[in-house]
């Protein structure tokens, strides 16, 4: 069974930046692409990021376009989120999950727990 | 960019009542591109439906999608206490990925 693992809660200043760990535990990271989505307090879901993990192309949204950035450990299990220029309206829950190919369609199956990032100064 | 707009934002119902909760995208798309999603409160969302119409493992058949064109349909037959939650829509061919902003499923 495909677990999504994601890194413990942090606290962050205005200004700093936060990098976000994913995993996947029964399964190869690296054999379904990645997407970041994030929840505000309150709020509904908002979409950001798209990674190939076997690739490592990326697709971003405009909103985060630059200040996103992902890496890869060597050993491919894992990959960092990095979100830098911190500010309140960042304080949110970091989802990691992992879409499976169906056919035509790529729904987002196999979900992380989220991670919260608090923003304060 | 595609826009998904769903209606009602709140829903309150009572248990045993149908629920349904629409979905508009901005512009024509094949309904195999269409999931569902439920979060329950303290908890991460989960698929339900996808490719349009198509239960996840473990989705009871009290849900229900359809929908073609711009307008999509969650149906939920019969409401259980445990559906009373979040509900999002979303495409899932195009990048960027667009979410509809929800609808709140209360109990009344």
């Known amino acids: 069974q495909v677990q999504v693992v994601q890194s413990g809660a942090e606290v962050k200043k205005p200004g700093a930046s936060v990098k976000l760990s994913c995993g996947v535990s029964?399964?190869?990271?690296?054999?379904?692409?990645m997407h970041w989505l994030r929840q505000a307090p309150g709020h509904g879901l908002e979409w950001m990021a798209w990674?190939?993990?076997?690739?490592?192309?990326?697709y971003f949204s405009e909103v985060f376009q630059d200040r996103l950035t992902f890496t890869r450990d060597r050993s491919a299990t894992t990959i960092y989120m990095e979100l830098g220029g911190l500010t309140s309206a960042d304080t949110a829950t970091y989802y990691c999950?992992?879409?499976?190919?169906?056919?035509?369609?790529?729904?987002?199956?196999?979900w992380g727990p989220g991670t919260r990032v608090t923003v304060s100064s | 960019d595609i826009v998904l707009t769903q209606t009602p934002a709140t829903l309150s119902l009572s248990p045993g009542e149908r629920g349904t909760l629409s979905c508009r995208v901005s512009q024509s798309l094949n309904s195999h591109y269409i999931s569902w999603y439920q979060q329950r409160p303290g908890q991460a969302p989960r698929l339900l439906i996808y490719g349009g119409y198509i239960r996840a493992t473990g989705i009871p058949a009290r849900f229900s999608a359809s929908g073609s064109g711009t307008d999509f349909t969650l149906t939920i037959s019969s409401l259980q206490p445990e559906d009373f939650a979040f509900y999002f829509c979303q495409q899932d061919f195009y990048l960027p990925r667009a979410l509809g902003q929800g609808t709140r499923l209360e109990i009344k």
């Open positions: 999950v992992r879409e499976t190919a169906y056919g035509e369609t790529w729904p987002l199956e196999f």
């Open positions: 029964g399964g190869s990271i690296s054999e379904s692409p």
């Open positions: 990674v190939d993990t076997a690739n490592a192309a990326t």
